[in-house]
């Protein structure tokens, strides 16, 4: 790994965001936008971390809550919370955090893998850990944070319930 | 020309082959009733151009099946040959055949099948050439054998033609196995030897089944260039006998449904496909474009300045200016969606002649307002459900003549469909003048089926809505026609899927008369705003009934914890929005609230909401494209102040609360 080159092709940028007291990472080519929190509409039927939609620019995009998502007690918004909008697979969605903080260069060679004890998210959102300086990075596997294989799952139940009484 | 520029133009000579089959078709079909001459030079051209286009664009095998057709139509179009029913009858056939090739041409399948030979020889019989059978088999066998020889001698100059034999010997080889053997009888001295010139020719043994078209087929482009002998070595010993008789009574109902079936695929590609848009639209967007740039610039002059009186009524005038011309775009935006209903319509004089001559029946169909344009996505959808009801208008409406000259009336029954804009809303009404619905016999039914309790007190209205229960036909024998276990339900279902519904008016012995109401557009519906605590959700205007305040002893909470109300002379139930979606609201008492009568599924249900707030227009967006589908929401739309507001699918809604009921 000491070739210069190398290196610097498997360099990729995390925007860290707080939360809960720890700073996690979330890859940069996924961020499409960083937008203060806006009062969203509800959903029915949805998972509780699911806070609503809210309207990007005529698109309706779901808005989930880090905290929630995590397990992690919520707190008031306050005048740093902010929505990260992201897109995964050509769908967006928000996910709302304490705070941005920084971008982060990191090289794949600084990613270690997640120890699996001692943190207080659950290890399958996390690709792994790095440090810059002093603090510790928790780095986010951002395709799995709305878990789009559920929604398929339940959109591909869903007609097949509705033939079934068509049927019947 | 490479392959993938080729299929290029392919798709675009498909599009226009199968414009050109439905003008043969209409055009055969008014020639059928008596129309003039100048018909047959219409259908001539469109063969002409599709026998063209396929030779150019790589299906020789349709081609050389046009052609057959092409003869025919030009003795016909000579004044050799007299028209007449036998001829349009197989016309037709040729017309749906080359339909069929078509959608396999798009699937990528080998494009001949026994339907097609079997026409070619009707074709060729018709024409009183190759009509005897030995005759007919002796042409079939040079057309496909085992093992072909091909004798390629290029002229000197092909090459200058940008012509590469080896190319082409390439191309034999993936048709099947090859022994070249080189003819060099033509190599001059070396003195006088031109290189850039062709003095090669070849001599080809094929082995493997192969068609003579496709070996052609490859010498297509130097055709004029070279040489070309393709002789059989080996013929096919053929099983199959390929005439198809024409006579067998089943042949008429396949051919319906592959038509059908060659329908129903080039929808389902159409649909992702193109429109069409004329230029004068195009211009005309451009024009309110240009309109709207320069009321914006307008309107940018007062950022800078104080605004006094004079400044203000200018700045009102520009606002109004802006809204006009946001109307206006919105509208011609629409517009290119908009496609006349003709595209829906011009399926059924086929379908309504071939339903009609099988079970002998006289039907006159008439078409009302085929220019009454709709949204395209809504134009697609709607065929299937005006299929199945003009296929049920003629098997269960439309009498026997005998039966009918009984009842007092003509040979002939009327079937009318028309198409007409009433209010924001597009009516399409499918009319017989047929029996009616036979009130007793759907009682009966129903009775048995469990779905009513009594017919007494029932209005001729709820006793009609009967049919459109899943699996309900009155008709005594099921015939291969209707009853296909696809009822009225469907039919129902697949109208209230765009957003609309469907009524019977009848009259025992005076007809039926079923009434199609969509909505203009699915981009943007007419919402009345409801309020739930908080939350507001758009309810689909054309889905309610009414709405009422109650006193809170009208509602009855009956066994099983479902709540009753009652709205004129029938109980319904009673959806309590805040109770399915979650909402908390302080509202929960009956007459705090609002109850709106909605109609969805066929049912009414009483909606009860906080309040209603008023009327907007919501252009319907998905909440699927980023999140997933939600059980009684269809969508969502963004209000005036940019938040987002959900839109309530009634239909949905009454499916979740039976569901729940039956749980």
Redesign the interface.
Known sequence: MSDPIRSEALQSQYLTVNLAHEEYGIDILAVREIRGWTPVTRIPQAPHYVLGVLNLRGAIVPVIDMRLRFGLPREEYGATTVTVIITVAGRNFGVVVDAVSDVLDVTADAIRPVPDMGTTVDTEYLKGLTSAGERMVLLLDVDKLLQPQDAQMLEAALPAASDVKAVA | MSKAGLAQFQQVFIEESLEGLDTMESSLLALDNGGDGELVHTIFRAAHSIKGGAATFGFPEMSSFTHEAESLLDEVRSGKREIDGAIIELLLRTVDCLRNMFARAQAGEPLNDAVAEGLRNELAAMMGRGAPAAGVQARRNVDQADAWTVRFRPHAGMLAGGNEPLRLIRELAGIGELTVTPELDRIPEFAKLDPTECHLGWTIELKGPAKRADIAGVFDWVEDECDLAIEAKHIVAEVAAPVAAPASPAAPVANVADAGAARAQREASAESSSVRVSIDKIDGLINLVGELVITQSMLDTFREGDIDAARMAMLEHGLAQLARHTRELQESVMGIRMLPIASVFNRFPRMVRDISQKLGKQVKLELVGEQTELDKTVLEKIGDPMVHLVRNAIDHGLEMPDKRRASGKGDTGTLTLSASHRGGNIVVEVSDDGAGLNREAIVAKALQRGLIASGEGMSDEAVADLIFQ?GFSTAAVTTDLSGRGVGM??VR?NVSDLGGTVTIRSTQGKGSVFTITLPLTLAIIDGLTAAVGE??YIVPLVSIVESVQLKADAVRTVAGGGELFRFRNEYLPVIRLHD????ETSIRSIDEGLMVVVEGEGARVGLFVDGLIGQQQAVV?????????????SG?T?LAD?????IVDIAGLV?LQS?RKAA
């Open positions: 899943p339900d469907v279902r939350e507001r399915v979606f979650g909402c967006k998905s909440l699927e494209a980023n999140y997933r589908r939600v059980q009684g929401i969502a963004i940019g938040s987002v507001a959900l499916r569901r």
